[in-house]
């Protein structure tokens, strides 16, 4: 199996399990306590080996893998719909689609509070006036509500790369300096 295949499969199993989770979240009016749970389940996704390598290896028991996660939950305080979800997908030996959960939860809540996330990697980090001007710039073109997402690359020179859906612009140092050399060649 290819890694795109194997990629797909987990997002298509992970979609399965997201949709169902946020209708019945959304039934009960806890939209907000999930989004909350999940960036606190991304962020000890990211920060710990042991969580990571739990929901991946194939040496930990279907039994193990349940004890386990039910023992996560109940210690990061989840709640009973998100909790059952994890156990399900533990009895199940899909654990491995977490990261995957979690990213389409977070689509599925940014798209019923009508928001949308701009990725911006600028050359220097922002300060919190430019980010609220960027942010309201977006949003007035995009309609929507718009939460960053910023990171730092010194190799652009100077300038940013806004991503917003299917948007990019690119005003980096960097790429015009690359057309310019381009456009050299041509004459050249």
Known sequence: MTVANSASISASIAGRYAQALFDIVKESGEVDQLATQIDDLIAALNSSDALRDLIASPIYSRTQQQDAIKAIAAKMGLSAPLANTLA?????????????????????????????TADVV?????SDEQKQRLTATL??????????NTRVDESLIGGMIVRLGSQMIDS????????????????G
């Open 139 to 148: 949003a007035e073109k995009s309609g929507k509500t718009v939460k960053l």
């Open 172 to 187: 980096s140092i960097k790429s015009k300096l690359a057309s310019l050399q381009n456009a050299m060649k041509e004459v």
């Open 122 to 126: 600028s050359a220097v980090a922002l």
């Open 88 to 116: 399900l997908m533990a009895q199940n030996r899909r654990l491995f689609a977490l990261p995957q959960l979690a990213a389409r939860l977070q689509e599925l809540i940014a798209e019923d509070r009508g928001e949308v």
